[in-house]
């Protein structure tokens, strides 16, 4: 349910439409756009909810109240009027006019690795440095990440490049420890379904990059990240990144449609990863050119100094030359769909 405020309402009436909600036992999420003020209602007591709408219908400041049946409430365009923009500071932002690139390898694997690595991603125009330090990885017996030590070298690296910073969070027990050094928290697909880790993800003041699991529907994805915002953190970002089929030759099948789809149900900004997506490095490049044809708001990409030798994923690394050619082909894409966005925005959100 969301209340929509007269044009004229003044701040004080706006707490006065948060408290009713609030006495009722709901939670109230407001949200001051260019010319009107909504604040949406969520919580779990439908009989209330029928009682306060007449309510809120009463208050002067009220223009109307609209029952959602959708299932997503705070991750919607119903709840919020402009779409999120992630502002990670020094001009790095995601979901903004420019396109957002991270960039780096699989795993943090020692020193000269990761500062190369960001040495170079940064040079072809990358605004974010990736790399694991906890692995999910499929084999107990295969390399799992070099923990908070890797984490201190991503931090080096950020220091030296200027570049911003994602990793992954597994564990619960890992959040102080990641939290202290990067910019992003990244829950990976493997994860995208731990409600008590999505639950924590609420407390911290970090953004979180929530990849869609590698089973998952549009919904379960929007769901999860209702969750994350339900527990008071809105600033998430979504990651496609290939779902599960039946074909063999990939390792997963590249959701190229759900990115357009999820941009139309939510406002919040969507990443695509074509390195899991696809699987293979040869095809890194063409679908992340089309990810970004679709609309992406930016790629996330694996790119290694010396595939051949990676502790994780070097089948699927790119190469600092193929890298290079991926960032000047999407840039020309970009541009040239700048327009093309501007005018579709306006039938789909209009
Ligand atoms: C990763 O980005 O390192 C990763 C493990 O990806 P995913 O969770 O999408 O498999
Ligand atoms: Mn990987």
């Not at 084999?139 to 910073?165: C, D, I, M, N, W």
């Not at 992340?288 to 010396?306: F, L, Q």
């Not at 502790?311 to 093309?340: C, T, V, Y």
């Amino acid at each position: 349910m969301i209340a929509v405020l007269k044009r004229n309402a003044t701040e004080a009436e706006k707490e006065k439409v948060i408290d009713a909600i609030e006495e009722k036992g709901f939670k109230a999420h407001p949200d001051t756009g260019v010319e009107t003020t909504i604040v949406g209602v969520v919580g779990v007591a439908p009989d209330k909810k029928v009682n306060l709408k007449e309510q809120l219908m009463t208050m002067s400041c009220v223009d109307k109240v609209i029952v959602i049946s959708d299932p997503y409430k705070l991750t919607s365009w119903n709840f919020k009027q402009d779409k999120t923009i992630i502002d990670l500071g020094d001009g790095v932002k995601v979901g903004g006019e420019e396109l957002t690139v991270m960039a780096g390898p699989c795993s943090v694997e020692d020193e000269e690795q990761i500062l190369e690595t960001a040495r170079v991603v940064k040079a072809a125009g990358a605004q974010i440095l990736r790399g694991g330090a906890f692995k999910p990885r499929t084999s107990p017996y295969s390399f799992q990440g070099l923990g908070e030590e890797g984490l201190k070298l991503l931090a080096k690296a950020r220091e030296e490049t200027g570049l911003k910073v994602i990793t992954e969070l597994m564990d619960i027990e890992h959040k102080d420890v990641v939290c202290e050094y990067t910019d992003i928290v990244q829950i990976g697909a493997r994860n995208m379904q731990n409600y008590a880790l999505l639950k924590e993800l609420g407390k911290i003041n970090k953004p979180v990059m929530l990849k869609r699991g590698m089973a998952a529907t549009i919904k379960e994805w929007l769901l999860a990240a209702e969750y994350v915002m339900n527990a008071g953190n809105h600033q998430v970002i979504l990651c496609e990144r290939g779902v599960r089929t039946f074909g063999e030759e990939t390792r997963n099948t590249m959701d190229l449609s759900s990115i357009p789809l999820v941009q139309q149900l939510s406002h919040l900004p969507v990443i695509a990863d074509p390195s899991h997506g696809t699987g293979r490095w040869e095809l890194v490049v063409p679908v992340g050119r089309a990810a970004v044809a679709v609309g992406a708001d930016g790629i996330m990409v694996e790119v290694h100094p010396n595939p051949e030798n990676a502790l994780s994923d070097g089948h699927q690394s790119l190469k600092p030359d193929n890298f290079r050619l991926l960032m000047d082909e999407i840039r020309a894409i970009s541009k040239s769909l700048a327009s093309f966005k501007a005018r579709e925005k306006k039938i789909a959100y209009a």
